[in-house]
C-alpha cells in the first residue's frame, strides 16, 4: 500500500518564521504535490515535482517555495509565514502525472 | 479555461437511502476524471476514476460513477449509504496537452441522518 507521510499533523508558528513542511513517499513515484485545503475553496496546487531537483508552479506558487534534493522527499518551505497561510497543506504523490494521485494525511499549519 | 463544479454544498440523507453527488466539467477534450473522498481529519482517498471505456465506472466502497460526455457530467452514486459514508466528496478533473493540468472542485459535504 502506498504511504504518503507529512512529519507533522499540527503545527504552530509565528509571523515572519521560515516554516518547513515535510512530505515523504515509500513507492518511488516521480512526481509529488503540495496543495492547500481551505473551506469553500477545495484543494489548490501550491507547486508540483515530476523528478528530483525538478519544480513546477501551480495556481498559487507565491509566498512558498519547493525542495526536492532525493525522490522520496518533497518540502514546502513558507520563506516568511503570514497569517494568511494559515491552512490545511496537503502532499501527495504519484506514478503518472496528476493521475492517481495519492494523499498524505495533511498538516494543519496555524500562522500567529 | 478548465473547471469543476460541484453544485451542492451540502447534501443530507438518511442511511439507507440512495445518494447521487453531482459533477459538471468544462474542458475541450475528453478530460480524466476523478472522485476524492476526504473523512475528517484525514488525506484524500481516491474512490474511483474515468480515463476512457466504459462510461459507467465502479469503484470502493460501493461507489460508481457515470461520465455522460453530452451533458459534462461525471455524478456520484450509491444505491444505499451507510453512516460511514459521512465526509467530505471532491470530484477533480486532469487533463495532459500543453503540460500537465489539474483541478478540484470545492467539494460536497455529506451528512448522514440515522
Known amino acids: 500500500d502506498v504511504k504518503v507521510t507529512q512529519s507533522s499533523r499540527y503545527l504552530v508558528k509565528r509571523t515572519g ?34 523528478d528530483v531537483k525538478m519544480k513546477e508552479k501551480g495556481d498559487i506558487p507565491e509566498g512558498y517555495s519547493v ?13 516568511s509565514a503570514s497569517t494568511n497561510q494559515t491552512s490545511m497543506y496537503l502532499c501527495a504523490s504519484s506514478r503518472l502525472g496528476f493521475l492517481s494521485q495519492h494523499f498524505g494525511d495533511g498538516t494543519r499549519l496555524s500562522i500567529l | 479555461a478548465q473547471s ?29 476524471l476523478f472522485w476524492y473522498v476526504q473523512s475528517p481529519g484525514q488525506g484524500l482517498q481516491l474512490l474511483l476514476k474515468y480515463f476512457s471505456g466504459d462510461t459507467l465506472v465502479q469503484g470502493i466502497k460501493g461507489f460508481e460513477a457515470e461520465f455522460k460526455r453530452s451533458q459534462s457530467s461525471f455524478n456520484l452514486r450509491k444505491p444505499s449509504v451507510h453512516w460511514s459514508d459521512a465526509a467530505e466528496y471532491f470530484c477533480a478533473v486532469g487533463a495532459t496537452g500543453q503540460g500537465f493540468s489539474f483541478i478540484f472542485g470545492k467539494g460536497t459535504r455529506l451528512l448522514v441522518k440515522p
Open chain 2, 4 to 32: 469543476v463544479t460541484q453544485p451542492d454544498i451540502h447534501i443530507t440523507v438518511s442511511e439507507g437511502a440512495s445518494l447521487e453527488l453531482r459533477c459538471n466539467y468544462s474542458y475541450g477534450a475528453t478530460p480524466y
Open chain 1, 17 to 50: 518564521e521560515k516554516v518547513f513542511l515535510e512530505c515523504v513517499q515509500d513507492m518511488d513515484h516521480e512526481n509529488m504535490f503540495w496543495y492547500r485545503q481551505d473551506p469553500g475553496l477545495g484543494l489548490r496546487l501550491i507547486y508540483f515535482s515530476y
Open chain 1, 67 to 79: 525542495s526536492r534534493e532525493k525522490k522520496e522527499r518533497f518540502s514546502l518551505i513558507l520563506e
